[in-house]
């Protein structure tokens, strides 16, 4: 059963987008999310936008896709558009009935914190569209490392986050194979009311939590007899560089930061 | 209880990128009392045919019938052959989750809807025949050995009082000793309670001096279906499947091919010394 669970979103195609350094992508997700909560002209916005537009288009990621992963923000959105068109106060009204007043600038700012939200999503979702998990938990840790200082242990962290990843399809396999042994057992886990029906969990979750255990125990016991020391003297197989292409697309970047700020 | 399985099929993910043709044209039937050893490479479809036993996976075609009746039909059905067909996965002793062996051994009968009595009566029956003591019935059911566990795994299905055994790999991971001692039980288990028993393995050697039949299984077709010493008659294309005969039957074809007509069913070494020293007179 395993590989009908695909772990993250990582969407398998060739782009300048995938091929970046996943570092590069890191950043420019920071930046571009800093840039977008700090901008308030429209010309900005309009700036910004076309910037991910280019971006998302040299992915090669469909568009739809990745308008997929609006779906779960949807009642968020909703949510503060509703808020901010009701309770923004301005002097020209559109709209007035007893306490309820929507104003010019009530809904302007709404539009802008929609836009702001589904360019937010749209940058995040993206980096996790092309870049696969792996490569996430590297650039994260070689982004951490100069906090080793302060004592942050960056490996350590990067490890937990490739265990933790690599766990996944197997504890899934381990429950589908749990709870079909418990509905042999007469297990039912559609009907009864709640209470049953949460009660009806404990026979797959406590054999779940105590193979985790188990799992656990033994890889730390594998880890520890090939002498893992954390990041001592430890090379990567797959190590990740700073290429041209990373220069250019921080070059690209730079550019938009500026004319944002020109405008 | 006999069961009958007419042209099923089974295909995994239909219409996605990943559809996998797990069973073809499997028609299997299955006379009371039988014991049927399923045999097959990993990957050979033999867990998914035996799931396909408990509705665990629907037919993507074809019919399966238990007695007669379509375990399909509807929920009741499915329920009722849940509890005539005892399921036994592979390392079962990974499903134990309850405080006691006790109650463990018990969930299944409660959720099955027998009363208090018939539970108890069940339970104690049921840990009897797999050889765990009263002593145990109070502890955890995570403090006690692996091999202990195992048992009260099956004592967990066996509780439920089915007519139909299926056991998958029910050997696997075990010492060859307690191999031994398993399956000699379920032998034992079969003779006393009269039960229909299939055993999934592997491992030929295993399943021969048991099974009154076997399955052979190879990429989701059934390829032998027949008693054993027929079976092991295909030594080549068996060995082609990746499944080696018992090595007294390999020695046995050999010697035949050499021209001994050996007829007699043979099982160990001293019964072929017995034999030929009978012949050679």
């Not at chain 1, 080793?148 to 490996?155: E, F, L, Q, T, Y």
């Not at chain 1, 090379?235 to 560089?241: E, H």
């Not at chain 2, 062996?101 to 108890?120: L, R, S």
């Not at chain 2, 109070?138 to 566990?149: A, R």
Request: charged residues 25%.
């Amino acid at each position: 059963m395993a590989g009908k669970i695909s772990i993250g979103q990582y969407y398998p195609v060739d782009s300048k987008i995938h091929r970046l350094d996943p570092r590069s992508k890191l950043l420019w997700v920071l930046i571009f999310v800093i840039v977008l909560f700090n901008i308030k002209e429209v010309s900005s916005y309009i700036i910004a936008i076309v910037s991910l537009g280019i971006i998302v288009k040299t992915s090669k990621v469909p568009f739809l896709l990745i308008l997929k992963s609006l779906k779960h923000i949807l009642f968020i959105m909703i949510f503060t558009a509703g808020l901010n068109i009701f309770l923004t106060d301005g002097t020209i009204v559109l709209f007035e009935y007893k306490f309820i007043q929507i104003t010019k600038e009530g809904l302007q700012f709404a539009s802008l914190i929609i836009v702001r939200l589904i360019a937010l999503v749209i940058s995040s979702s993206l980096l996790t569209l092309t870049t696969k998990p792996m490569e996430l938990t590297i650039a994260i840790e070689k982004l951490l490392k100069p906090l080793k200082i302060i004592g942050i242990p960056s490996h350590d962290i990067a490890m937990i986050m490739t265990i933790a990843l690599s766990f996944i399809p197997t504890l899934i396999d381990e429950m589908e194979k749990i709870m079909k042994a418990q509905i042999s057992r007469g297990s039912d886990f559609e009907t009864g009311t709640l209470i049953e029906r949460v009660k009806s969990l404990l026979p797959i979750l406590v054999p779940l939590f105590v193979s985790s255990f188990r799992r656990a125990d033994d890889l730390a016991m594998a880890m520890e007899s090939r002498c893992y020391r954390g990041d001592i003297n430890r090379s990567k197989m797959k190590d990740i560089k700073f290429k041209k292409e990373d220069y250019i697309f921080f070059g690209f970047l730079f550019l938009v930061i500026v004319i944002i700020n020109i405008v | 209880m006999s069961i009958k399985i007419k042209n099923l099929h089974s295909v995994y993910n239909e219409g996605t990128v990943f559809e996998k043709k797990a069973l073809e044209n499997i028609n299997i039937e299955i006379n009371n009392g039988e014991f049927i050893g399923l045999i097959g490479h990993t990957g050979s479809g033999k867990s998914t045919l035996i799931q396909h036993l408990n509705s665990l996976i629907k037919p993507t075609e074809g019919e399966i019938t238990i007695d007669g009746i379509n375990i399909n039909e509807n929920k009741k059905i499915i329920k009722e052959s849940r509890q005539n067909v005892g399921l036994v996965f592979q390392y079962p002793e990974h499903q134990l989750f309850e405080t006691t062996v006790y109650e463990d051994v018990a969930f299944g009968a409660k959720k099955m809807g027998m009363d208090k009595n018939e539970i108890d009566k069940n339970v104690r029956e049921s840990l009897e025949i797999v050889g765990i003591g009263e002593e145990l019935y109070e502890k955890s059911p995570f403090e006690i050995s692996g091999g202990q566990k195992r048992k009260v795994a099956l004592a967990g299905v066996l509780v439920m009082k089915p007519k139909i055994l299926v056991l998958d790999e029910p050997t696997a991971g075990l010492d060859p000793k307690s191999r031994k001692a398993v399956l000699e039980n379920i032998k034992e288990m079969q003779n006393k309670l009269k039960i229909t028993i299939i055993l999934v393995s592997h491992s030929m050697e295993d399943v021969a001096k048991y099974a009154d039949r076997l399955i052979v299984m190879e990429k989701g077709k059934i390829v032998y279906f027949d008693k054993p010493n027929e079976v092991f008659k295909y030594e080549k294309r068996l060995e082609e499947i990746g499944l080696a005969i018992p090595k007294i039957k390999k020695l046995i074809n050999r010697l035949n091919e050499k021209g001994y007509k050996i007829e007699e069913d043979i099982n160990n070494i001293d019964e072929l010394v017995n034999y030929l020293e009978r012949k050679m007179r």
